[in-house]
Nanobody, 118 residues
Framework: VQLQASGGGLVEVGGSLSLSCVAS????????LGWFRRAPGKNREFVAA????????HYAASVKGRFTLSSDSAKKSVFLQMNSLRPEDTAVYYC????????????WGQGTQVTVSS
């Protein structure tokens, strides 16, 4: 399984950015796709995910109402629209995949930098 993330960049406070992630390889149905981030000097944290069954979305409290997750199951893709960005959103963002038979996200993309300038 491979994950290719794209998007990110530099934006001013209050601005918007969009991230995309495409999964490829041998992936059976029921997988979940999500985004995590790691800010400088901090641990990796969960951002958002869309479940493999039912397609429900889940967000970290810190991004709820500002970030929107969507997916295209046919293309095995997930998109993260980030609005009203804050300096604390600055981090390397990673997409990740959880297979239907696992409780953890075990497959990770390469990460993409998001920098919010104040």
């Amino acid at each position: 399984v491979q994950l290719q993330a794209s998007g990110g960049g530099l934006v001013e406070v209050g601005g918007s950015l969009s991230l995309s992630c495409v999964a490829s390889g041998s992936i059976t149905s029921g997988y979940a796709l999500g985004w995590f981030r790691r800010a400088p000097g901090k641990n990796r944290e969960f951002v958002a995910a869309i479940s493999g069954v039912g397609g429900s979305t889940h967000y970290a409290a810190s991004v709820k109402g500002r970030f929107t997750l969507s997916s295209d199951s046919a293309k095995k893709s997930v998109f993260l629209q980030m609005n009203s960005l804050r300096p604390e959103d600055t981090a390397v963002y990673y997409c990740a995949l959880q297979t239907a038979d696992d409780v953890n996200f075990r497959f990770w993309g390469q990460g993409t930098q998001v920098t919010v300038s104040s």
